[in-house]
T-cell receptor, first 113, second 115 residues
Framework: GESVGLHLPTLSVQEGDNSIINCAYS??????FIWYKQESGKGPQFIID?????DKRQGQRVTVLLNKTVKHLSLQIAATQPGDSAVYFC????????????FGTGTRLKVLA | DVKVTQSSRYLVKRTGEKVFLECVQD?????MFWYRQDPGLGLRLIYF???????EKGDIPEGYSVSREKKERFSLILESASTNQTSMYLC??????????????FGSGTRLTVV
């Protein structure tokens, strides 16, 4: 299949382990953040979001942590499965109430059997 | 299952050709977007539309135009394709106020190669 990015940082984890993917965002005024998953040959898919008035949000097997002090966002995936293999990237809404987003370049997650 | 459908997965066009990329959504969304995605770069917004016949330039509109004659369809036009427009093109749609997700629903992308 086609690759989204040829020079992406790669995180390799054993199946069943937890994964942590990091993102440094750029604008201290950004108030809404999204994590996307993009599988090979497919468009990005929404995973989880978080607003700036929160520092943690949990979904099904995924948790997003927000540290506004250092402008850092992380995505934790519990019990990583082969189907989690994809490129993950974050997006920050730099102007509240608009569709002005900055997208990260992404991290490739490889799940090892 | 709601969808954003891009008409072509792969396209190969010659330099100077006029290229049309089509996108259709079935969610009755007001907002539609065209992005390009290149290795080492995040998604970059080309154009977006918040209503029929309305359009706004994004961050990299040069060399592109768009058309939105119907709510469900948003077309990206490369007036005269150039090799630096070789890229993955992603269409997305969104509707404000849909729960907590103010993000997008993306199509699967069109990989355009200009030779």
């Amino acid at each position: 299949g086609e690759s989204v990015g040829l020079h992406l940082p790669t995180l390799s984890v054993q199946e069943g382990d937890n994964s942590i993917i990091n993102c440094a965002y750029s604008n201290s005024a950004s108030d809404y953040f999204i994590w996307y998953k993009q599988e090979s040959g497919k468009g990005p898919q929404f995973i989880i979001d978080i607003r700036s008035n929160m520092d943690k949000r949990q979904g099904q097997r995924v948790t997003v942590l927000l540290n506004k002090t250092v402008k850092h966002l992380s995505l934790q995936i519990a019990a990583t499965q082969p189907g989690d293999s994809a490129v993950y990237f974050c997006a920050e809404n730099i102007k509240s109430g608009t569709y002005k987003y900055i997208f990260g370049t992404g991290t490739r997650l490889k799940v090892l059997a | 299952d709601v969808k954003v459908t891009q008409s072509s997965r792969y396209l190969v066009k010659r330099t100077g050709e006029k290229v049309f990329l089509e996108c259709v959504q079935d969610m009755d969304h007001e907002n539609m977007f065209w992005y390009r995605q290149d290795p080492g770069l995040g998604l970059r917004l080309i154009y977006f539309s918040y209503d029929v016949k309305m359009k706004e330039k994004g961050d990299i509109p040069e060399g592109y135009s768009v058309s939105r004659e119907k709510k469900e369809r948003f077309s990206l036009i490369l007036e005269s394709a150039s090799t630096n427009q070789t890229s993955m093109y992603l269409c997305a749609s969104s509707s404000p106020g849909t729960g907590s997700n103010y993000g997008y629903t993306f199509g699967s992308g069109t990989r355009l190669t200009v030779v």
